[in-house]
């Protein structure tokens, strides 16, 4: 246990160091809440397009998907670290070390998902004086929803880190996943409207039940599309099976590769 | 009694690359130990296997008495690592560094933050301890592995070439502090190294390992004894190579023109050669003498100079092919 409160400690440590970063982390979600999301609701203030997102403005609409959104992708991009730890040497200093290596991996991948699951935090905050509709009632359950999901796709993104050698390799990872999955996740625009051949790709998308579930407590049940129990189950599913990978990973990992 | 390290038959392969090809000796606890060997020669890849990281292909290894295959636990919870390679965490202070270390094996409160000052103190870096550590020089860097793998007071500590980059003086420091490691009781070091001056300074044994196997094993003074005396290097007018002289055991042609002569004792045998050379009109333009060191039992052991440095593309004349 000591081996992944220490570690669960040392992401938190990296990351407030990491000033820069941590300022990214919040101005981003701002640029696309303000600058897209203020722009688009705009477009779509008729009547019509009230009804295509559910009842409400389009901000209201978005805030959810953005919020989803930050934490999935920095929570993937988490896996950055372990590849820096690889190229810097600190990995080995883990691997040589008595301690069982399922709890310094599970210490830092629960890490990461805490520390981007309070960053989703501060992003909610800056966002309700905008979307005025939002309920404050649905932050504290869409935090751990958006847990679940930051602790699948932080082991996720670990487990492949682990798998290779190169900054480059893991780059390309996020470039094939993450805009993809942003987009058919129904963050930025209903499932509903989507063709039906990308529908199908979005049910497949676990971001897309993040989204779902925030919406559902934050704007409210008729936004969402699932039910919460789908929702919840789902996310617990991953967050817990994506966990397990990275384990396993790291259990075998040598300095062969 | 039980060795600290005992080493039978270990072999490693990487694909068609056999990196080590069955090495077995045994230290004893306390002892300095070195691996002294040129690149290449699988150092590197011995101190994997021995701390647990590489799974031998054949052979098998028993660190602090627990196999390295079996009980790898066992032998982790009992070694300090210092790799080639650095593995600090260079966002962090040092006092970090050491901090998450000491938790990761268990330690904490009180007992750990004394421990940490008192591994600072040893290497010198209380000063420096609350700095990020990328902002350390490449020997404070290196001092601050060192006193990491002491944090957990461990019973056999490896060295992976730990002065390699050093400039002379901060190599000084760092062996003034792997002798005082030593000093403490009950620790054993092992270390490798491409220098032999690092090995003669440190070890009680040193293996000279190349290309995979050890070539010979034993104390510094064992070792040069094998030359059997003294070395005589001569330049002769003209540059006249090998030819049979009174007293000569063995003559060779090195690189840069001179002859090195092995001799019983230079002193009696110098006046001899220097005679016999004369007789037959050669004339000596420069003698020197020295006492044979670890570096000439590599050349007699492989036919090569131990310190990559020194070879030059002439060298490859008398190099012993295999
Ligand atoms: N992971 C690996 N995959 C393939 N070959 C390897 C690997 N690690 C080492 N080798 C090879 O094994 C041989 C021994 O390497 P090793 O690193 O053990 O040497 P060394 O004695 O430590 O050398 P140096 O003084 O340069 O550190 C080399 O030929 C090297 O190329
Ligand atoms: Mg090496």
Not at chain 1, 202 to 230: I, K, M, Q, W
Not at chain 2, 127 to 143: I, L
Not at chain 2, 232 to 238: A, Q
């Amino acid at each position: 246990m000591q081996a992944f409160s220490v570690m669960f400690y040392r992401q938190v440590l990296r990351f407030f160091r990491a000033r820069a970063r941590v300022v990214a982390m919040i101005v981003n979600p701002l640029i696309w809440l303000l600058f897209f999301g203020l722009g688009w609701s705009r477009v779509f203030q008729s009547p019509m397009a009230r009804m295509i997102f559910g009842g409400v403005d389009y901000l209201t609409f978005l805030a959810p998907g953005i919020f989803a959104m930050t934490l999935f992708s920095q929570s993937f991009i988490g896996g950055v670290s372990v590849i820096w730890d690889k190229q810097f040497g600190f990995l080995k200093e883990i691997l040589v070390a008595p301690a069982p290596r399922s709890a310094s991996i599970a210490g830092r991948i629960v890490g990461d998902a805490t520390l981007v699951t309070l960053q989703g935090l501060v992003v909610l905050l800056l966002t309700f004086p905008l979307a005025h509709a939002l309920r404050p009632a649905g932050l504290l359950p869409s935090l751990f929803l958006g847990f679940l999901m930051a602790l699948a796709f932080a082991g996720l993104g670990t487990a492949l880190a682990l798998k290779m050698e190169s900054l480059e390799g893991f780059q390309m990872f996020m470039m094939i996943l993450i805009l993809p999955l942003t987009f058919l996740s129904g963050a930025i625009y209903p499932i509903a409207a989507m063709p039906g051949w990308m529908q199908a790709l979005a049910y497949a998308n676990p971001l897309t039940y993040a989204v779902d579930g925030a919406r559902h407590y934050l704007v409210g049940e008729a936004a969402a599309r699932f039910s919460l129990a789908l929702d919840w189950g789902l996310l617990l599913l991953l967050g817990l099976g994506f966990l397990l990978l990275a384990v396993l990973a790291f259990r075998r990992a040598t300095l062969e590769g | 009694m039980q060795p600290a390290i005992l080493a039978e038959g270990l072999k490693k392969r990487f694909g068609p690359v056999e990196a080590v090809r069955g090495v077995s000796f045994a230290v004893r606890p306390g002892e300095i130990f070195a691996f002294l060997g040129p690149n290449g020669a699988g150092k590197t890849t011995t101190v994997h296997m021995l701390t647990t990281l590489l799974r031998p292909s054949a052979g098998r290894a028993e660190v602090a008495g627990f196999d390295v295959v079996r009980a790898p636990t066992e032998v982790r919870r009992r070694i300090g690592v210092v790799f080639q390679d650095p593995s600090l965490d260079r966002e962090l202070t040092a006092r970090e560094n050491l901090y998450i270390h000491g938790r990761i094996y268990g330690l904490g409160g009180a007992a750990l933050r004394a421990k940490i000052d008192e591994v600072l103190d040893l290497v010198e870096l209380r000063a420096a301890a609350d700095q990020p550590v990328k902002q350390f020089s490449g020997g404070m860097r290196r001092r601050l592995e060192l006193a990491r793998a002491l944090v957990h007071r461990p019973r056999v500590l490896f060295l992976d070439e730990p002065t390699l980059g050093l400039d002379p003086q901060t190599r000084a420091h760092v062996w003034d502090y792997i002798r005082r490691m030593k000093a403490e009781a009950g620790l054993t070091l092992f270390l490798t190294t491409h220098y032999m001056d690092e090995a003669e300074q440190l070890a009680d044994r040193v293996a000279i390992i190349d290309r995979g196997t050890i070539v010979a094993l034993g104390t510094v003074a064992e070792l040069v004894r094998r030359i059997g005396g003294e070395l005589l290097y001569l330049r002769l007018e003209g540059g006249a190579g090998c030819r049979p002289l009174p007293g000569v055991q063995s003559c060779r042609e090195l690189p840069d023109g001179r002859l090195l002569l092995e001799v019983e004792d230079a002193a009696s045998a110098l006046p001899r050669v220097l005679e016999a050379l004369l007789a037959a009109g050669i004339r000596a333009r420069e003698v020197t003498l020295r006492r044979p060191t670890l570096n000439d039992v590599f050349i007699r052991l492989t036919g090569r100079e131990l310190r990559d440095e020194l070879t030059r593309p002439g060298a490859t004349a008398w190099m012993r092919r295999r």
